[in-house]
Structure formats: structure tokens, C-alpha cells
């Protein structure tokens, strides 16, 4: 199969960011520059207990330490991605017990996880330093990033419209050195990558900074007769252009080819029937010819002036343009058999993205009370291009072929015919206006108290008039917390938040009423918590209820909304530092999820797709007898989870294991880091969930897959 042609020229790009990295006037040798106390060295990896201290941008909240935030929030480091080579979200919370993926490495909506039970949208649930991003390719290059903060719940507030489950922010890597690193890995089954980090600081007080990272991945998958193909660039750039003026630009290219790319498959059996036994996670049910092709583009810019020791205003300007190609397999599970039909569809489309934002937040005082003030507007505009050719803007052929889940039959190739020109379908906006002002009653008292205006609209062009009814409306997202600080290192919060959905949905082709729109939800939570650190440990601990408007599957296969999800549940998370060589990092959700006040037979069962439970337990140790070298193991309990909304199935509990080592060591009065890792240590087999809303979709749990890297820093 042809890769769809690129709608990006990769090789202006490339010489772009060369051009950044060695121009403005100033020339530099990395290497020679560099020096073994420059370089970035992995040593003890894992959970940081430090992270309370980190700043999280909070949105309308402003940025915050994660110690004064009163949410549940948790934080990523570089050095916990480099040590599991983390290059899907399932990797990238493995650790995360209030996390669970909807999709697998090469698959199609690999974007989708839920936290809390609860799914995260891709148009407004994903973020790169505060602003919003298209994620509907999935996979963003994790290359290209310092950390990934995780914001769990409701969080209309702080950002806006947006799906109840949380908020995952990606934030840039920035150039703090002069220095070079290189590596190259080899991941299953025969993957072959390349990356180069290259950062520099020049001028006067080395007020100028640029950090380019490049990626070239290829190969073929674990899945069976499936590949690979990506590229990425990045570039960061900063500059101190006064004492108070910092300006920050930020450019993102991917490039991503997932060949013969398994898909997630609907459960069209009878009730009584049991689910079949599970298969090998190397298995692939695509058909040959499909592919899902996405191109990205990102470009941030972003202003901040220090107007003196108390105010500060920030202008931030977000563009993304999202270009997806894609030739997809549904397959619908007959029987416990595993009989399958095989639905196919292609579909061409873009997605351009605009985003302004102007923030001014500063203290002060009234009386002998001291506030802490955020002001914010904010204007999003998202531009959707889809083809003219088939019905709907894609081309869907029904009962395609029959196969089977265990003796898969002669199944035709697919080839690709839908027309690749793209008028404008639809445009949707969001405008909001928020306030939030912290009031430090005392010194350990502490009142947050915000509210934020939204306005969206959902304008289709004539084309598409016949597919998507308009719609416009407001809704207004107030939050209160009260928080409790009887230490510098204690927090203690009650916070309440209303939340509503970020756009309209259409309904997907795999239900009866294909094409409805369906509008936005509202969600109401209600969150108590606690974040406490020591030396050498750190704890927090949330007890959660989140209201939420129902979607589910009715028998006869209707996607509707009636009633609300009601969300229930505890979340704990430790991290300990044992000896000086051993660390331990432990999580647990607890969580009830139940359909409430709806008139279907579905009141009181287990909303789809929520597990009962999940745990995460992962150790690090630094051999003391060989310095450099580091070993993690970790492991994850995934709870039964209802399958669909009617709870005709559940998918049994299962636990994957992972582990890793690297090793750092001198050669040629260089840095060199060796990494191996492997996920599913013990090749389990397991169902999966395959939706955000329990419509009786599942996929196949992925296999033992291992990976190495081979790092140089100059």
C-alpha cells in the first residue's frame, strides 16, 4: 500500500529548525560545548516525591503548585518516560491506577482513555502547555515533551467545555544547556527509531534558547502484518527579551502511518452466550489495505509580562492542524464462536484549530485578607474539512466479508477509491470568560472561589446541513474549594465543580441511529483530598462523586442520552523512598459506577466501561554494586469491568507486569545510557474495553512487547 501523500513538506520543516538551531547570528558547536556536568543523566527513576512542589497550569486557576491545588492532579516526569521508553498512553500511565485505554498501540482511537471510569474526548481533553490540540491522531510524539501532567475530573473551569474524565497536559521540553544527545532503539517486533535532542542557549545572559528533537520510527509491528511508519520534528524557542518579557514559541510536525491497523470489535451476540476465550495480542483482525494516516501540525506562541512584583498578563496563541487519512475494519463479534462480519469504511478528513487566550492574574489585599486573582478570555475555533465522495463524507461498505477470531477466513484486500478533496462540513466555537480569585482567610485557611461563562456553537456548512442540525448555547461553570494547609507540606481540600461537554457528537456508524447529533452533557463533582509530604515520602489520597448526563446503548442498539452516570469512588497514591537505592511508588482507585435516574431497563446496572477497581505497585532500585545501574519493575490489576450498558457481559479482572533496566556509564568522556524494558512480562492474554460508552465493544489486550535504546550525550 502507498503512503497517502503528505500534505506537510517535511524537508522545509527539517531545514527550518536547522536554520533556528544555528542562525539568529550565533554559531555553535554542541558538541565541543558540552560538558559531563551539561548532560541530562538518568539515575534514580520513577515517581518523584518532590512533585507537590512542581507548578501546574491550571487554566483559569493560573499556575499553581500541585500542593495548592484543590484536584486530584498527578505528574509525569521525562526521566519515568525515558526508563519505560513510554511511546503510547498506555505505557505513559501504566502507573496510574484511575487510568484505563480504550485503544492499543496500532490501532485506530488509540487516543481514547478514561479516567475515573470516564472517557477523555480528543478535541478538548488534551493539551500542550494550557492550550488546546485536535488529538484525533492518538499518539502525540512523546519525544517532544518534558512532562505530562494529569488533572483527574471534572474541569470545565479550568479550561473550558470539556469531557468530565480529566485534563492530560503535555508541557514542551526547553532549552536549558548547550548539549546533544542521541539515540537509537529497537522495539517489537522489528521497529527501528532514531532520535536526536539538541538544545542551546545564547546572547547576552544567555537569553535565547532553542531545543529541536527529530524522530524517524519504522518497522513492523507486533501486530501480525502490521507497520509503522513516523516522523516527527520539533522546535522550542524562548527568549528573555526584557528582564519582564518572555516570549516562548513552540512548533510541532508529526507524521504517523499505522499499516493493516487492527480496530476495536462491537459484541452482536446473543445475551445468553457467553464471550469467547481470548486470543494471542498479536492477533490482527484488519483487513489487508487498511490504514490510519494522520499528519499534525502544531504551533504555539505564547507572551508573559512581569507588569511588576504582583500582576502579570500572558497571551497565548494556539494553531494545530490535524489531517487524517484513514481505511478502517469494524468487526462484529456473531457468537462464542467467535464468527465474525466485517463492516469496512475510508474516510478522508481535516481539522483546523485556533485558539486565543489572554490571562492576568496578581495578589492583593483587602483589609488583612490577601487574594490571589485570575482574569482570563478565551476563543477557540475548530475548522472541520471532510471529503465529498460517499455518503456522509466517508465510504461504508456493509457485510464486506465473514471471518473468524480464531481460524480468520480468505478475506479480499481492501483498496482505496474515496475522492481526497475536502470542502468545509462544520465549524465549532467556544468563547468563555472566567474569574477565579484565591482568598487567604489565614495562614492556613484557604477559599477558592471561580466561575467561567461558556458559549459554543456548532454552525454546519449547506453541504453537511442534511447530516448535523446547528446548535448554539451557554452554560456557565462555577467551582468553590476550601483548603486546609496546617503545614507547609499538608494540604487538605473540599472542592465542588460544574462541568459541561466541550461539543455536540455524532452518533457512530456502528449504531442504529448513525449520524444523530447528540448535544453537550453537564457533570457536577464533588471532590475531598489530601496531599501530604515528607522527607523521603509522599501521599494524597481524593474520595470523589461525579454526576454526569448518561449515554449509553439501548437493546436495540440506539446510542441515546437518558438519566445520569453517577461516578463513585477513592483514589490513594504513595511514594516512598526506602533506602538510598530503593523507591516505591503505589496507587489504588476503588470506584462505583451506575446508571441513575433513567427510564431504560439500564437503572442501577454498572455503566460500561468503568472497572471496579484498579492498583499499580512499582518498585526502583540502583544497584549499589554496579553504579549506573537501575532497575524498575512494576505492575498494574486491572478490575472486572461491565461490558456494555445492559451488563450482559463483564470482562474478568487481569494484571500486566512490566519491568526495566538501564545503565549509564562513561565512554570517551561521554554519557552513555543503555535501556531495555518489556510490558505484559508474562505474555497474558485478555480482554479489553474498546469504547467510551459502553456500547459492548471490546478489543484484544496487547502481547508481551520489549524494547531497547541505546543513548549517547554529548
Not at 480482554?687 to 484484544?700: E, H, L, Q, T, V
Not at 489486550?701 to 554529548?714: I, Q
Request: aromatic letters at 12%; proline letters at 2%.
Amino acid at each position: 500500500m502507498s503512503k497517502p501523500n503528505a500534505l506537510f513538506n517535511k524537508r522545509k520543516l527539517v531545514l527550518a529548525c536547522c536554520a533556528a538551531m544555528t542562525g539568529l547570528g550565533h554559531s555553535v558547536a554542541f558538541a565541543d560545548a558540552a560538558s559531563a556536568e551539561d548532560v541530562e543523566v538518568i539515575s534514580v527513576v520513577g515517581h518523584k516525591l518532590t512533585e507537590f512542589e512542581q507548578q501546574n497550569d491550571g487554566g483559569a486557576l493560573g499556575k499553581r503548585s500541585i500542593q495548592d491545588t484543590p484536584f486530584s492532579v498527578d505528574v509525569i516526569s521525562l526521566e519515568d518516560m525515558e526508563i519505560r521508553q513510554v511511546n503510547t498512553l498506555n505505557s505513559l500511565f501504566s502507573r496510574e491506577a484511575s487510568v484505563s485505554v480504550d485503544g492499543s498501540a496500532y490501532s485506530s482511537f488509540g487516543d481514547t482513555i478514561r479516567v475515573r471510569g470516564l472517557g477523555l474526548d480528543y478535541t478538548q481533553s488534551f493539551k500542550i502547555n494550557g492550550m488546546s490540540i485536535n488529538s484525533f491522531s492518538g499518539e502525540l510524539p512523546y519525544e517532544a515533551f518534558e512532562q505530562v501532567t494529569l488533572i483527574k475530573g471534572a474541569t470545565g473551569f479550568m479550561y473550558g467545555m470539556a469531557a468530565p474524565g480529566g485534563i492530560v497536559n503535555y508541557s514542551t521540553k526547553r532549552a536549558t544547556q548547550t548539549a546533544v544527545s542521541a539515540n537509537v532503539g529497537l522495539r517489537s517486533d522489528s521497529v527501528l527509531s532514531a532520535h536526536v535532542d539538541a538544545s542551546t542557549r545564547f546572547g547576552d545572559d544567555d537569553s535565547f534558547g532553542v531545543r529541536v528533537n527529530a524522530v524517524k520510527e519504522n518497522g513492523d509491528t507486533y501486530l501480525d502484518n502490521g507497520g509503522i511508519d513516523r516522523e516527527t520534528v520539533s522546535l522550542a524557542f524562548d527568549a528573555n527579551l526584557t528582564d519582564s518579557l518572555l516570549w516562548t514559541v513552540d512548533l510541532i510536525y508529526s507524521d504517523r502511518l499505522i499499516e493493516n491497523s487492527w480496530n476495536r470489535f462491537s459484541v452482536n451476540m446473543a445475551a445468553t452466550e457467553p464471550l469467547p476465550a481470548t486470543v494471542s495480542g498479536s492477533r490482527n483482525l484488519a483487513v489487508d489495505g487498511t490504514f490510519d494516516g494522520y499528519k499534525n501540525l502544531i504551533a504555539i506562541s505564547s507572551l508573559k509580562w512581569n507588569i511588576n512584583d504582583n500582576w502579570q498578563l500572558q497571551l497565548d496563541y494556539d494553531y494545530s492542524k490535524n489531517e487524517t487519512r484513514w481505511v478502517k475494519s469494524l468487526n462484529y463479534l456473531l457468537n462464542s464462536a467467535g464468527d465474525l462480519n466485517i463492516l469496512t469504511y475510508e474516510q478522508y478528513f481535516d481539522v483546523d484549530y485556533d485558539q486565543v487566550q489572554a490571562i492576568v492574574n496578581g495578589d492583593f489585599s483587602t483589609g488583612g485578607i490577601k487574594h490571589n486573582v485570575v482574569f482570563g478570555v478565551s476563543y477557540q475555533e475548530a475548522t472541520t474539512y471532510r471529503n465529498d465522495g460517499g455518503q456522509f463524507g466517508r465510504k461504508v461498505t456493509r457485510n464486506y466479508a465473514t471471518s473468524n477470531l480464531y481460524t480468520p477466513g480468505d478475506v479480499p484486500a481492501y483498496e482505496a477509491t474515496l475522492q481526497k478533496d475536502a470542502p468545509v462540513a462544520w465549524v465549532d466555537t467556544q468563547q468563555s470568560v472566567f474569574v477565579s480569585d484565591f482568598i487567604e482567610l489565614t495562614d492556613e485557611w484557604e477559599l477558592l472561589l471561580g466561575i467561567r461563562s461558556n458559549n459554543i456553537e456548532h454552525d454546519t456548512s449547506e453541504y453537511f446541513s442534511s447530516y448535523h442540525d446547528n446548535y448554539d448555547d451557554t452554560a456557565v461553570s462555577p467551582t468553590v474549594a476550601l483548603m486546609y494547609k496546617p503545614a507547609a507540606n499538608t494540604t487538605y481540600y473540599a472542592s465542588y465543580v460544574e462541568s459541561f461537554e466541550g461539543q455536540t457528537s455524532a452518533v457512530g456508524e456502528e449504531y442504529a441511529n448513525a449520524n444523530d447529533l447528540l448535544p453537550p452533557l453537564e457533570s457536577l463533582q464533588y471532590e475531598l483530598g489530601m496531599k501530604m509530604a515528607g522527607e523521603g515520602w509522599s501521599v494524597s489520597s481524593a474520595l470523589f462523586r461525579i454526576e454526569r448526563g448518561a449515554t449509553m446503548v439501548t437493546e436495540d442498539n440506539y446510542l441515546i442520552q437518558d438519566g445520569i452516570s453517577l461516578y463513585q469512588g477513592f483514589e490513594f497514591s504513595g511514594a516512598l523512598t526506602v533506602t538510598e537505592n530503593l523507591s516505591l511508588y503505589g496507587d489504588a482507585m476503588f470506584l462505583s459506577a451506575e446508571y441513575d435516574k433513567t427510564s431504560t431497563a439500564n437503572q442501577g446496572n454498572d455503566v460500561g466501561g468503568a472497572p471496579e477497581q484498579q492498583f499499580t505497585l512499582q518498585t526502583n532500585y540502583n544497584v549499589s554494586a554496579v553504579p549506573g545501574l537501575t532497575v524498575n519493575l512494576g505492575g498494574k490489576f486491572h478490575g472486572k469491568t461491565a461490558l456494555d450498558a445492559a451488563n450482559n457481559w463483564e470482562l474478568p479482572s487481569y494484571t500486566l507486569v512490566y519491568g526495566g533496566v538501564s545503565y549509564t556509564t562513561t565512554v570517551a568522556d561521554k554519557e552513555l545510557t543503555l535501556i531495555g524494558s518489556v510490558d505484559n512480562l508474562f505474555d497474558k492474554e485478555y480482554w479489553a474495553i474498546g469504547d467510551s460508552y459502553g456500547g459492548g465493544n471490546m478489543r484484544i489486550g496487547e502481547p508481551r512487547t520489549f524494547a531497547v535504546k541505546v543513548k549517547m550525550d554529548f
